[in-house]
């Protein structure tokens, strides 16, 4: 990803490797993350109101070792400007995304594995060297929020914006302009 910063330092959002169960039922944990500081991405500003709250499911669907399957939803109140008249407008956003961490070498002759990503098309599979005691999930809540940023908010569906000939919002009152409507390459396009 281009334009995108690291995630927010003090985030602590890591789960111990020893608490997913072996039999592939899922382990459940939830983190409530520190607001970060806004961020440039689609080519605007997003600002974080309130925490990121992440869900984490983890199971350990195959031979044990095998991989750890990772659930990541995350939950963000943002603030980006209106696409029409530059308001501060919030939204509630819900994403998530799937990663399958597996040993590098068990990655490389388990062509199951891949068949499995390539069938449900939205698991990424992170190879690893060995699983350490615990599994760092902060970049990848940090991944699942930013591709989740919507790429545009309206402060109203029935936003006027602002006039093009002085700059008035035109939410707020008329500002007598006389716009032209009659652009002639508008013509052009309503008559095809
Ligand atoms: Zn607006
Ligand atoms: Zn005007």
Redesign the pocket.
């Known amino acids: 990803m281009t334009g995108v910063t690291a995630p927010h330092p003090e985030w602590e959002c890591a789960i111990r490797v020893s608490l997913i169960p072996s039999g592939g039922e899922p382990y459940l944990e939830s983190f409530e993350l520190p607001a970060p500081d806004p961020v440039e991405h689609w080519g605007q500003t997003y600002a974080f109101r309130g925490p990121i709250l992440a869900a984490v499911e983890a199971s350990s669907p195959g031979a044990s070792g095998a991989g750890i399957l990772v659930k990541i939803t995350v939950r963000a109140e943002v603030s980006l400007p ?6 501060q ?1 919030g939204l509630a956003i819900v994403g998530d995304l799937r990663y399958l961490f597996t040993l590098r070498s068990s990655h490389e002759d388990c062509p199951e594995r891949e068949e499995g990503a390539d069938r449900d098309g939205d698991i990424d599979v992170i190879p690893v060297d060995a699983f350490e005691a615990v599994l760092d999930l902060s970049p990848y809540v940090w991944e699942v929020l930013v591709l989740n940023l919507p790429e545009g908010a ?3 569906d029935d ?3 602002l006039c093009p000939i002085c700059g008035k ?1 035109k ?1 707020e009152g008329d500002c007598g302009c006389k716009e032209d409507n009659t652009d002639p390459r508008l013509a052009v396009l309503r008559e095809l």
């Open positions: 209106c696409s029409r008249c530059l308001r407008t309206l402060c109203a936003c006027k914006g919002d939410n």
